[in-house]
């Protein structure tokens, strides 16, 4: 078994909705059916017995090792407590090649559990041992160090329950909600409102204590300190017991309560300045330790939060009793878990000092042994929920405290005896303010209700029924992609909005470019639902890029699907046939929002059998009025857009908007039979949007296909009284699509220039020139810069063999070079004459055409 191409899909893909690792295996011949192996599914079951059923898709399939590799990683995440359900085999072309298919939660999780799912099924081949147990604990220990943490991940959870869509920016806790101009974005539970002149006063102690006096929030009385000495001063002027604290401090480190004498104050300085050099004494407030979570304008939990202790029973010393707290699985190290280990450190040792113990010291039966002087969670605390019980006047304090230093988040510590009561009454004050508060002790409290914290957040940064979501259109087919999107995008912009657009051209925020090359991927959207500046977008979504990385986005508004035609990229990545390309093509489709729509054309099969996979509605478009599909979408009193006479007719249930093909530049009246269908697709998405149709007449009106607008999209120029067009038609669908569009322009002589992509299969390379050879007086073949993995050479002889029967193409001849082929045909034109230049390098070669025209004058 051999294992290779290991791919994350980290967006619904072909296979599921699911992120999902995705690997080749191939297997040898006695592993393509594991019925032929005596003893190894025994053997496997020993060394993993949660591992499921072995199962092929079909039931004519054999069970193979590739089946076992899939069963073992997905059930490895799940013994490892991952939320992990799907996974798939699937057979290629290619004997004993299979693609396997396993979701993942946290993408290092699946990764690693592939990785040890081949070594558990080697293991059970070559009947040698596998440690289970330590393979579970490293998918744990990596699960929890990537994971988002308790009060990240609740946020989280609350936005995806709303729909909002959440993505992860760092490997830490930087998250953005939202996309484009309407997303926001927070750090742990620091919101992006959260500023940082706020986040800097509830960092230094003695600044917040001052502004809560101004704001009449009582706190306790207290002051820097220089050192030890000065430490001790500041207590005695005081009075014991104080606390001693970092003056920037948090989670309670070097915090210590309760010093009464000149030693304990000296330790309790020292730790507090291993933490930070400046130091605060204040009075220590009696009671117990409260901590307020205050969002917005609101009070929205409570929590009284005990110090880490153990009970005696006579028997154990201090330290076997603090292992056996330890022990529960619900105690681990920082904050991935509901409660933190207790630590015996130097400040825990201090503690149990002042009580007359030490580690070794056996407690009496029900004694309590206090291991810290303070009650945060981060140091081994528990917490009891009294959200309920908060008196109003209390509640209030704890407001306008957060509200005083600035934070729309915050983390009230709250001294005193009781909640029931105004802190006024009772001696009590407000010792702290935290940005960035933790929520677990919210969210899963030691002791009573959990608090729905996380949506609480949610909802103060955004309004009920807001998601979050730009209008998102996936432009999808095998020709007319780029016009399309390009076109959609134009209308869009006429709308007022600022469109963020991916092509195979390169990324457009607001019609500037800001990357280049083809960005038809994920990444490239990605980036600009990154974009703060987006206000729609419209995504060309090119197969490749499903393939390697699934979409960009959990759901679009509107899914385009052109056509789906012989030559895009057959033969690669296991996709073979025009039926196989469908399938890439149609997740678009499944993907649609279920208020969202498809718009797809009626006139090819295989996109109209997508309407089926579609959540949402479907407009269909056609060339011909009377076609079965559309005939019968228009009857049903559904959306359809086809030309009629020297019009486009958008119709729906008895009512129409017509938009004359003279009013639309780019098909010229009508002429070019593509350009009319890109026409009637972006007119349908720009429907599916709710767009008026005077904003729809006036984008359709405006766009001109020029170099600069749509590059290497029938782009036409005059030369010295001949027509040259350059075009990126590079697949036989497209090359006869641009021979019925020159067919319907006049010419006295027809020439045309070509090379081939070298990742096109054998045939696909002939018949483009089979297809030219016939429409076309001369063909110039020439071998361009990149040829894709073949020989030299080797592209331009297919294209010969391509003409070897043409019934037209007279003069053929081949150049080395893209830009010298150019100059050859221009310099056999003549006034009249029309010649078709498909450019390989798009840019360059526009720039050499117009240098060319512009010399010519």
Not at 495 to 502: A, I, P, Y
């Amino acid at each position: 078994m051999e294992v290779s191409r290991i791919r994350a899909l980290r967006g619904p893909n072909l296979w599921s909705r699911h992120t999902a690792i995705e690997a080749i295996v191939s297997c040898t011949a006695a592993e393509r059916a594991l019925e032929g192996m005596p003893g190894f599914e025994a053997r496997l079951r020993a060394l993993f017995p949660e591992i499921g059923v072995l199962a092929a898709t079909s039931h004519e399939e054999a069970v193979t090792m590739a089946h076992a590799v899939e069963s073992a990683a997905l059930g490895l995440q799940a013994q490892a407590g991952c939320p992990v359900t799907f996974s798939r085999t699937a057979q290629t072309l290619e004997p004993g090649v299979f693609q396997v298919v396993v979701e993942y939660s946290e993408e290092p999780v699946g990764r690693l559990a592939f990785e040890l799912a081949q070594t558990l099924c080697l293991a059970a081949v070559a009947e040698q041992p596998f440690d289970l147990g330590a393979a579970l604990a490293r998918l744990r220990e990596l699960d929890e160090d990537v994971r988002l943490g308790p009060s990240t991940g609740s946020i989280v959870q609350a936005a995806v329950a709303r729909g909002i869509p959440a993505r992860r920016l760092t490997e830490g806790s930087l998250v953005q909600f939202g996309w484009g101009a309407r997303q926001r974005r927070i750090q742990a539970a620091e919101t992006d409102r959260s500023s940082a002149i706020a986040e800097s006063i509830a960092q230094d102690k003695e600044l917040t204590k001052k502004l809560l006096e101004a704001a009449g929030v009582p706190t306790p009385a207290g002051r820097p300190v220089r050192d030890a000495e000065d430490a001790w001063a500041a207590a005695c002027e005081i009075g014991t017991p104080v606390v001693v604290k970092p003056r920037d401090g948090n989670q309670g480190k070097g915090v210590a309560v309760n010093v009464e004498t000149r030693e304990q104050v000296m330790a309790a300085y020292a730790a507090a300045a291993d933490v930070r050099s400046d130091v605060i004494v204040e009075r220590c407030l009696t009671g117990s330790d409260f901590r307020m979570l205050v969002v917005g304008d609101k009070l929205v939990a409570a929590a009284r939060r005990d110090p880490p202790l153990v009970i005696g029973d006579g028997v154990r010393t201090v330290r076997a009793l603090v292992e056996q707290v330890n022990s529960d699985p619900l105690r681990g190290e920082g904050h991935a878990t509901s409660l933190t280990k207790i630590r015996l450190d130097d400040i825990g040792l201090a503690v149990l000092a002042r009580q007359g113990c030490t580690p070794n010291s056996v407690p009496p039966r029900g004694v309590r042994v206090i291991l810290r002087n303070n009650a945060n969670l981060s140091t081994g605390g528990t917490a009891t929920d009294v959200t309920d019980d908060v008196h109003p006047d209390m509640a209030a304090r704890a407001v306008a405290a957060a509200q005083m230093v600035g934070l729309d988040v915050c983390g009230v510590d709250v001294v005193c005896d009781s909640v029931l009561k105004p802190l006024e009454e009772q001696g009590g004050g407000i010792v702290e303010v935290n940005a960035a508060p933790g929520l677990r002790m919210h969210l899963s409290p030691s002791y009573g209700k959990g608090r729905a914290v996380g949506e609480a957040i949610i909802s103060s940064m955004f309004a009920d029924g807001d998601s979050a979501r730009i209008p998102v259109v996936a432009v999808a087919g095998t020709n007319g992609k780029t016009t399309t999107v390009r076109l959609t995008a134009h209308i869009l912009s006429c709308q007022g909005l600022r469109v963020g657009m991916t092509n195979s051209d390169g990324v457009y925020v607001a019609g500037r470019r800001i990357d280049t090359g083809d960005c038809s991927g994920p990444k490239s959207a990605r980036n600009v639902l990154l974009h703060p500046d987006v206000d729609a977008a419209v995504f060309e979504t090119a197969r490749g890029g499903v393939l390697r990385e699934g979409l960009a986005f959990d759901r679009c508004n509107v899914a385009v699907v052109t056509n789906i035609g012989m030559g895009d990229h057959l033969g690669l990545s296991y996709i073979h046939t025009v039926e196989d390309l469908a399938v890439v093509k149609r997740v678009v489709v499944q993907n649609v929002a279920p208020n969202g729509v498809a718009v797809l054309n009626a006139e090819d099969p295989m996109v109209a059998s997508m309407a089926d996979a579609c959540p949402g509605t479907v407009i269909f478009f056609a060339s011909d009025r009377h076609h079965p599909v559309l005939a019968m979408h228009r009857a049903q009193g559904r959306r359809v857009v086809y030309p009629d006479g020297d019009a486009i007719v958008a119709f729906q249930g008895g009512e129409q908007q017509r938009i004359p093909v003279a009013d639309i530049p780019i098909t010229r009246n009508g002429a070019i039979g593509f350009q009319v269908e890109n026409a009637m697709a972006a007119t349908a998405a720009a429907w599916a949007l709710g767009v008026d149709w005077q904003t729809i007449r006036a984008g359709l009106g405006s766009f001109v296909n020029d170099a600069a607008t749509a590059p290497g999209r029938f782009n036409v120029f005059n030369y010295r009284g001949a027509t040259v067009i350059a075009d990126y038609g590079h697949n036989p669908d497209a090359i006869v699509a641009l021979v019925r569009a020159v067919d319907a322009m006049p010419a006295k002589r027809r020439s045309v220039v070509i090379s081939g992509a070298g990742d096109r299969r054998d045939d696909d390379i002939r018949r483009q020139t089979e297809i030219l050879g016939d429409a076309f007086d001369e063909v110039i073949l020439y071998q361009d810069a990149c040829q894709r993995g073949r020989a030299d050479g080797e592209v331009v002889a297919l294209l010969r063999q391509g003409l070897a029967n043409a019934r037209r193409a007279q003069a053929i001849e081949d150049i080395r070079g893209e830009f010298l082929a150019i100059d050859t045909a221009l310099a056999r034109l003549e006034s009249g004459d029309l010649c078709l230049i498909l450019i390989d390098q798009v840019e360059e070669a526009l720039a050499h055409i117009a240098s060319r025209v512009g010399a010519a004058g």
